[in-house]
C-alpha cells in the first residue's frame, strides 16, 4: 500500500513550458487534490476531484489543468509554465466519509520555473 | 475573503514541556476545524479534527479546544518531544457548499530543544 505518490519529485521548467505532475492513489479514495505551498501562504487548494469524471476549481486555479479519468489517477498539467508557479505542489486523496477532515497528502513536487 | 491564521509564526518549547499553538478563523460556516502537521521535506499529517459543535476533542497526547465565541482555535501537546518539530497547520473545510474542500492557515513552526 503506497499510499499517494507524486512523480516527479524535483523538476526545472523553462518559461512557456508545458508539463503535466502525475499523482496515483492506491486507497480507492473518491475524493482527490492539488495544493501548492508557497514560503508564508500555507497551502493552497488548486483543483479538486470528487470522482472519477468530476473536477472543480479550487482557490488559485488560473494556468492549471486537471481531469480524472480513472479514481486512481489525477495528474495536474501546466499549460503554459511562468515563473509565478514555482512552488512546491502536493496531491492529496480522501475516502468521502472522512473528506471533511482528513487528507492523505503524498510527498510533494518541487518545481522551480526560470 | 474567509480565512484561516495563526498568531504565532513561530513556537520554541523544552523538551517534556507543554506545546501551545492558537489558531483564529474567520469563517464561521466551517463544520469542521483540523490540525495538520508538516515535518520538513514531507507532505502535511492529518492529526486531529474537531467538529463545530464540540468545543473539546482529545487525541493520543493532543488536544484540541474551539471557542467559537472568539473563533479560536488551539492545539496542545502533551510532553512535547523532539519528534513533534514540525511545522503545524490548522484549517477547516469551508463549511456549506464547499464539502471536501479544506482551506489551511500559513502554519506554526515548533520547535523542540532536547
Known amino acids: 500500500n503506497a499510499g499517494v505518490t507524486q512523480t516527479p519529485k524535483f523538476q526545472v521548467l523553462k518559461t512557456g513550458q508545458s508539463m503535466t505532475l502525475q499523482c496515483a492513489q492506491d486507497?480507492?479514495?473518491?475524493?482527490m487534490s492539488w495544493y501548492r505551498q508557497d514560503p508564508g501562504m500555507g497551502l493552497r487548494l488548486i483543483h479538486y476531484?470528487?470522482?472519477?469524471?468530476?473536477?472543480d476549481q479550487g482557490e488559485v486555479p488560473n494556468g492549471y489543468n486537471v481531469s480524472r479519468s480513472t479514481t486512481e489517477d489525477f495528474p495536474l498539467r501546466l499549460l503554459s509554465a511562468a515563473p509565478s508557479q514555482t512552488s512546491v505542489y502536493f496531491c492529496?486523496?480522501?475516502?468521502?466519509?472522512?473528506?471533511?477532515?482528513?487528507?492523505?497528502f503524498g510527498q510533494g513536487t518541487r518545481l522551480t520555473v526560470v | 475573503g474567509e480565512s484561516v491564521g495563526l498568531h504565532l509564526p513561530t513556537l520554541s518549547v523544552q523538551e517534556g514541556d507543554n506545546s501551545i499553538i492558537n489558531c483564529a478563523y474567520s469563517?464561521?460556516?466551517?463544520?469542521?476545524f483540523i490540525w495538520y502537521k508538516q515535518e520538513s521535506g514531507k507532505g502535511p499529517q492529518f492529526i486531529i479534527d474537531?467538529?463545530?459543535?464540540?468545543d473539546k476533542r482529545q487525541g493520543q497526547r493532543v488536544t484540541v479546544l474551539l471557542n467559537k465565541t472568539v473563533k479560536h482555535l488551539s492545539l496542545q501537546i502533551a510532553a512535547t518531544q523532539p519528534g513533534d518539530s514540525a511545522v503545524y497547520f490548522c484549517?477547516?473545510?469551508?463549511?456549506?457548499?464547499?464539502?471536501?474542500?479544506?482551506?489551511f492557515g500559513q502554519g506554526t513552526i515548533l520547535t523542540v530543544h532536547p
Open positions: 492529496a486523496s480522501s475516502p468521502v466519509v472522512r473528506a471533511n477532515t482528513e487528507a492523505f
Open positions: 486507497m480507492n479514495h473518491e475524493y
Open positions: 476531484s470528487v470522482g472519477a469524471g468530476i473536477t
Open positions: 469563517n464561521s460556516a466551517s463544520d469542521y
Open positions: 474537531i467538529r463545530s459543535n464540540m
Open positions: 484549517g477547516d473545510n469551508a463549511g456549506g457548499t464547499s464539502y471536501g474542500k479544506l482551506t
